[in-house]
């Protein structure tokens, strides 16, 4: 995994100037200089738009109460499309126009899907008892409780009288 960063860290600016220099060398620089900026606001414009559409159909897969697996997969690849369209290149507005095309990222939540897992419910926290979780439960024996006062504990009200112990 580490050797495929690697290589497409080392492979796309190699790419991204190859077709700068094409590119370029066809139409001029400041023609490309003004491709590279309209596909950058025309990126932020779908970004916009289909982060959005994608929030509200969240909501509603929500309140029908299921678990919004697909969408959040997808938002995750329209925002990874949004930072490709705003990096400076042809090969990443390339690639980020792809993931704004929804049969290309069903095409990816079909092969991450058997591979993650949504945590839909969380248990444990300082309220745990009284939601009437089963946390962990410690027995004490008789040796390991008193109710006589400890001096000694460290769970005292600020008054310093040991009797009137904070429990949490």
Excluded: C
């Amino acid at each position: 995994m580490f050797s495929l960063i690697l290589m497409a860290l080392l492979l796309v600016p190699l790419l991204e100037i190859a077709a700068f220099v094409v590119i370029g060398g066809k139409i001029g620089v400041f023609a490309t200089l003004a491709m590279v900026f309209v596909t950058a606001v025309i990126g932020s414009v779908l970004l916009r738009v289909q982060g959005f559409g994608l929030l509200k159909r969240i909501q509603e897969t929500v309140d029908a109460g299921q678990v919004p697996e697909r969408e959040l997969v997808h938002g995750v690849m329209i925002l990874i499309a949004g930072i490709l369209l705003l990096t400076p290149g042809f090969v990443t507005d390339a690639l980020g126009f792809l993931l704004f095309v929804p049969a290309i990222r069903d095409l990816g939540w079909r092969l991450v899907r058997n591979r993650i897992v949504v945590a839909t419910g969380f248990s444990g926290g300082a309220n745990a008892q009284s939601r009437g979780s089963s946390g962990p439960t410690i027995d004490l024996d008789e040796d390991d409780y008193s109710n006589d006062p400890n001096p000694e504990t460290p769970w005292r009200k600020p008054d310093g009288d040991p009797d009137k112990r904070r429990i949490n």
